[in-house]
C-alpha cells in the first residue's frame, strides 16, 4: 500500500501561471482534504471532499478550486498563482465520521515569486 | 467555532527529560481528540488518539488522557530522546462530520 501520494514533491511557479497539485489514495477512503501549511499558523483546511461526488469549502478556500475525479483521487487547482499561495500543502484521506483518523500524504511545497 | 490551543514552542529538552505539550480545546460537544507528529520534511502521521471521555491514548511511550471537565489533552512522555524531535499537532474533529480542526503545533527538540 502506498497510502496517499502527491505530485508534485516541489513546484515553483511565478505569479500568475496556473497549475494543478494531484493526489491519490490506496485504503479506499470515502473522505479527502487539502490542508496548506505555512509557518506559526499550523494547518488549514482549503477544501474536502466527505464522499464520492461532493466537495465543501474550509477555512481559507479563495483562490483554489478542487475536482474529486473518482473515489481515489482529489486535485487542488490554482487558477492564477499568488505569492500568498507559497506554502506546504498536505493531502489526507479517512473514513468518514468521528474517531477516523486522517492519512496524510508527504506534501507539495510550492514556491510562487 | 471549533478549536484547538496548544502551548507555543518551541520546546527544547535535554535527553530523558520528561515531556508535556498543552492542548485544549473548545467544548462543542465531544468530539475525537487526536496528537499527530510531523517530522522534518514529512508528512503529518498519528500518534495517538481517544475517542471518549476519560479514555487515554498511548504510543511510543506517549500518551494523553481525554479532559471533559477540563477540555483538555495534554500529551506528556517520561524521558525523551533525541528521535523525539519533531512538531506537534494536537487535532479535534469538528462537528458532525466536518473535518479534523489543528492547533498550530509545537516544535520539539531534544538535545543529547
Known amino acids: 500500500n502506498a497510502g496517499v501520494t502527491q505530485t508534485p514533491k516541489f513546484q515553483v511557479l511565478k505569479t500568475g501561471q496556473s497549475m494543478t497539485l494531484q493526489c491519490a489514495q490506496d485504503m479506499n477512503h470515502n473522505s479527502m482534504y487539502w490542508y496548506r501549511q505555512d509557518p506559526g499558523m499550523g494547518l488549514r483546511l482549503i477544501y474536502y471532499s466527505a464522499s464520492e461526488g461532493t466537495t465543501d469549502k474550509g477555512e481559507v478556500p479563495n483562490g483554489y478550486n478542487v475536482s474529486r475525479l473518482n473515489k481515489r483521487e482529489f486535485s487542488l487547482r490554482l487558477e492564477s498563482a499568488a505569492p500568498s499561495q507559497t506554502s506546504v500543502y498536505f493531502c489526507a484521506s479517512s473514513e468518514m465520521g468521528q474517531g477516523y483518523e486522517q492519512y496524510f500524504g508527504p506534501g507539495t511545497r510550492l514556491t510562487v515569486t | 467555532g471549533d478549536s484547538v490551543t496548544q502551548m507555543e514552542g518551541p520546546v527544547t529538552l535535554s535527553e530523558e527529560a520528561f515531556l508535556t505539550i498543552n492542548c485544549t480545546y473548545t467544548?462543542?460537544?465531544?468530539?475525537?481528540l487526536f496528537w499527530y507528529v510531523q517530522y522534518p520534511g514529512e508528512g503529518l502521521q498519528l500518534l495517538l488518539k481517544?475517542?471518549?471521555?476519560?479514555d487515554k491514548g498511548s504510543n511510543k511511550g506517549f500518551e494523553a488522557t481525554y479532559r471533559k471537565e477540563t477540555t483538555s489533552f495534554h500529551l506528556e512522555k517520561g524521558s525523551v530522546q533525541v528521535s523525539d524531535s519533531a512538531v506537534y499537532f494536537c487535532?479535534?474533529?469538528?462537528?458532525?462530520?466536518?473535518?479534523?480542526?489543528f492547533g498550530k503545533g509545537t516544535r520539539l527538540s531534544v538535545i543529547a
Open positions: 481517544a475517542t471518549k471521555a476519560d
Open positions: 487535532a479535534r474533529f469538528g462537528r458532525g462530520n466536518t473535518p479534523l480542526v
Open positions: 467544548a462543542t460537544g465531544y468530539p475525537s
